[in-house]
């Protein structure tokens, strides 16, 4: 076999190896700052990591501050903001476009299995004040 087509086997096996990666959905999920398909989410540890976390800008109870505004709020329900535009707005922060408190930085020391841990929580407060 020549030198040339050795080089563009190896590319080749390259190529189909980076593509079997990216199929693996768990790694999907990593990158997409979701938790893996088995993760339970618990609204007691989603409350001190959203007060360690959040509540300086999103209120105690996520009720809002003069630095952010209430999650526990109509346009929060699932149905308008998914779980996923939580994971988003933790990763990659948020530009103002609802309210006029400013930008929301990312916060980027929280895990995808952290941030599901303070969605439950905020889920639980908004079903508690009849959001659903
Ligand atoms: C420094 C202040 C600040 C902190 C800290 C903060 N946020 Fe925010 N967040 C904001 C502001 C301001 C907005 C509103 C942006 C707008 O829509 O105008 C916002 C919006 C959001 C939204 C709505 C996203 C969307 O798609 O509209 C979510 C969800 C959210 N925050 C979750 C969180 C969570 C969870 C935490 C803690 C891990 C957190 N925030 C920490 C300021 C903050």
Redesign the pocket.
Known sequence: MSKNCSVIILILVGFLLAACDSLDPQEIRKRQHLPGKDFVADPQKGKVL?SD??S???GTDARGTN???P?VHNI?RPGH?ADI??HW??KNG?K????D??D??P?PN?TPEETGH?IAYIRKEQRTAGIQ
């Open positions: 959203f976390n959040c300086r800008c999103h630095h952010g505004p999650l929060y903001h535009s939580f707005a933790v948020v103002k476009h609802h309210w408190f400013g929301m930085p916060i929280l303070i």
